[in-house]
């Protein structure tokens, strides 16, 4: 008789996998890295020292018996320890510290709709180091912004005045959203 597999089971063969040397691939959950990473999209993941990990690459790591996929915001040492902030990027908050011993692999690539996004590329590492530093304020910030753009319409729906308003508003909220969906 099968039955489902719990976390526990699940870290065991990612980390089999990745100490093998080979790469794992796995589709994403969750909403915490949106919209770089979206849920259903498959990630490919390959081991690395924490040493050479870099601010603004994609970690696949363990906490708590779960596993997790967010960006390294910044490297820290407390008392000779390498300690690792993570981040959704979807999230206003920063992870709780993690050793490297926790670190299973960081992610290489992305597949979207058929296309493929390799994140050891420097563009998009470049990418990655910019969403570390601007996500705690850049997505917050987006969402006032889109909010903003919704009360127009709210109101020239209601009112039915300023009609090319309402388009032209319409248009650079849907011109906005499509840019940072694009990063």
Known sequence: ????????????????????GSCLRFRALGGSMVPFIRPGDLLTTKTVNPIDIS????????????????????????NGTPLFITRG??????????????????VISIERSGRTIHLDTPLQQM???FLAFTSSWFYPLFRVIEWSFQL????????????NRFRLIRKLTSTMRKLLLAL
């Open 127 to 129: 990418r990655g180091r």
């Open 1 to 20: 008789m099968s039955r489902p597999i719990d976390d526990s089971d699940l870290l065991k063969l990612y980390q089999e996998v990745l100490e093998k």
């Open 152 to 163: 127009p319409r709210r109101l020239t729906s209601k009112t039915n005045l300023g009609l």
């Open 55 to 78: 601010t603004g690459e994609v970690l696949l790591y363990q906490r708590q018996g779960r596993s997790f996929v967010h960006r390294l915001i910044k490297k820290k040492t407390i």
């Open 89 to 106: 990027d979807h999230l206003t908050f920063c992870d709780p510290p993690i050793p490297g011993s926790q670190i299973l692999g960081k």
